[in-house]
């Protein structure tokens, strides 16, 4: 799939797992959680616009880099509140967003209630996050909302995929490129993901 990029690295993986086990407890599984942003934001800036400076060491001149573009974080609440933290440790300037889109049980279809966001966030570098893509509805809503702000170039950060929620994002945005550290197997009938991880929200906020 173009613009899907699972990131496969080991200790990555390892904490995959332990958010997967469903023994994990609410304190590890954020703490985790938080983790495994952070790790994942390496990847995610890979490409973000740099420029060149000129630094003076305590020995002599050389040439180094610095980020020309300041980085927007949106979580997909509430669930992507629990990756925010991880995120800041490495993007401490970065500013945070909030989209409020929460997927109808019966009909799963997303439903909007709250966006709050910076007045030059199409100017940034913009990560739409969310620990999960199932069904894609929330995702596509938040997506829609951000493309309705002027912003060209977005980058969606989830933990785990799901193909049906991929392909859903990418036939109607085939431009957004999404970070994942799993694309897994399918969607139930209830639309949660297999294997998946259970709902990320409740098992971050205890309202399982």
């Known amino acids: 799939m173009n613009n899907l990029f699972i990131i496969e690295h080991p200790l990555l993986q390892a904490k995959l797992t332990v958010l997967r086990d469903k023994r994990t407890k609410r304190q590890e599984f954020r703490q985790t959680l938080s ?6 934001t390496y990847d995610i800036t890979r490409n973000i616009p740099v420029s060149h400076i000129k630094v003076e060491t305590p020995l002599e001149e050389t040439s180094g880099i610095v980020l020309n573009k300041d980085v927007t974080l949106v979580p ?8 925010i933290d991880g995120i800041l440790e490495l993007l401490p300037d970065a500013r945070v967003g909030h989209v409020g889109v929460y997927r109808d049980k019966k009909t799963l279809l997303p439903v909007e209630y709250y966006l709050k966001l910076p007045e030059n966030v199409k100017e940034t570098f913009v990560i739409l996050v969310d620990p999960m893509l199932a069904t894609g509805g929330s995702a596509l809503a938040a997506i829609e ?3 309705q702000k002027g912003i ?3 980058n969606f950060l989830c933990l785990v995929a799901a193909p049906e929620g991929v392909r859903a994002v990418h036939e109607k945005f085939p431009d957004v490129k999404i970070f994942t550290a799993a694309l897994d ?8 993901i297999l294997p998946g991880l259970g709902d ?9």
């Open 200 to 208: 990320a929200g409740d098992r971050l906020y205890g309202t399982e």
């Open 35 to 40: 983790e495994i942003a952070m790790l994942m």
């Open 145 to 147: 909302i951000l493309k």
């Open 76 to 83: 997909i609440l509430r669930a992507g509140l629990g990756m």
């Open 185 to 192: 197997r399918q969607l139930n009938d209830h639309g949660y």
């Open 152 to 154: 060209k170039e977005l």
